[in-house]
């Protein structure tokens, strides 16, 4: 997969780029972080796998998403670029470590919980699939991204995202038939 | 076509919730985004749910800080940059200007360093005889006076 470059705004232009930009200030952005910061680190964790990394890629995310731009036309333009941020560094992170393999056993040392089987299970799963089709799963089933949002935060054309999704879609749905985990009922 | 089928929304309901009319099942088995969507959407929604984090987000005045921080240091690296090249064009100058001393005026630097002796540097010095041009003294002088200087401010600025 190719890295993302650091995110610009004009690559994020479609949520108000064009509207007048409004400073960020520490308020501002605090009020942001409150009401994204948990979406972003569950987005860097599913990626990663790693909830170490995520917490480290969150700070860089936010440090990067601060320094990138004295203002910003609007929320949505605000998401969308952090979001971009994010994915820019979790590709990062990814050519840096090169561990794209180990996440399945990153994701063993997590402190067992009532849930532990469950969560082993579906994150070894998940783990399998490439860190684009995760980015791209997550975006659109929890982000509920539409198909412009996640080619920006991905760096893709939209007119890609749709076949993009549909094998992302088709991949993770072998690998649940393949561990007897696939949903019924559609037929 | 890179907009999501019209369906989409209602397929990944029914597939997260099980409850499935006819036409949605009808519309499944006739569109392939709907199918994959609907094969993906449970497992997306219960993956979302589990939460696996371990530790408090860190705070936003830390992440605000340090982000001026790293601000303010990349804006000194920017200001600092004009003299860092500065500084390299002058070490470049003075070791051209030594090599070129050297090569222009080797045989001639070779013998006044053979000759140097107490006695010699005295009588120079009082100006009965010079073995070396006066151009290349001052030149040598120059070059030794730039070095020194050069070399001070490198340590200097270090400390």
């Known amino acids: 997969m190719s890295a993302l470059a650091a995110p610009s705004l004009a690559t994020v232009a479609g949520a108000g780029g064009h509207a007048p930009q ?55 333009h605000m998401r969308r670029y952090a979001y971009r941020a994010a994915t820019s560094v979790a590709m990062d992170h990814f050519r840096e470590t090169k561990r794209r393999r180990e996440v399945a056993e990153v994701e063993e040392q997590v402190a067992p919980s009532d849930s532990a089987d469950l969560r082993h299970d579906m994150s070894r ?34 007119r890609s995202i749709r076949v993009l999704l549909f094998r992302a879609r088709k991949r993770l749905g072998e690998l649940l038939t393949r561990r007897g985990m696939a949903p019924e009922g559609t037929r | 076509m890179s907009e999501n089928c019209i369906q989409e929304p209602l397929v990944r309901r029914a ?45 936003p005045a830390v992440l605000w800080l340090k982000a001026q921080i790293l601000r303010g240091s990349a804006v000194a690296e920017r200001a600092a940059r004009p003299l860092n090249i500065a500084q390299m064009v002058s070490y470049v100058v003075i070791a051209a200007g030594w090599a070129g001393l050297l090569t ?20 120079e010095a009082a100006g009965a005889h010079s073995s070396m041009s006066a151009t290349i003294v001052l030149a040598v002088l120059v070059l030794c006076s730039l070095t020194v200087l050069l070399g001070l401010h490198a340590i200097l600025a270090e400390e």
């Open chain 2, 104 to 123: 222009w005026k080797w045989n001639e630097l070779q013998q006044w360093v053979l000759r140097l002796t107490p006695a010699s540097i005295v009588n």
């Open chain 1, 125 to 158: 799963v998940f783990a399998e699939l490439k860190p684009r089709e995760r980015a791209l799963l997550w975006l659109a089933h929890v982000e509920e991204s539409d198909h412009e949002e996640i080619a920006e935060a991905l760096g893709l054309r939209p």
């Open chain 2, 15 to 59: 597939a997260v919730e099980d409850r499935w009319t006819d036409a949605l099942r009808q519309h499944v088995a006739s569109c392939q985004d709907c199918a994959a969507a609907a094969a993906a959407a449970p497992f997306m929604t219960q993956f979302a749910r589990i939460d696996a984090r371990q530790r408090a987000l860190p705070d």
């Open chain 1, 22 to 76: 409004r400073p960020m200030d520490e308020a501002r952005f605090e009020s942001f972080y409150r009401a994204s910061a948990s979406g972003l680190w569950s987005y860097l964790h599913r990626l990663t796998g790693d909830p170490a990394a995520a917490d480290d890629l969150l700070q860089k995310t936010f440090i990067r998403f601060i320094r990138a731009t004295p203002g910003f036309a609007s929320e949505e």
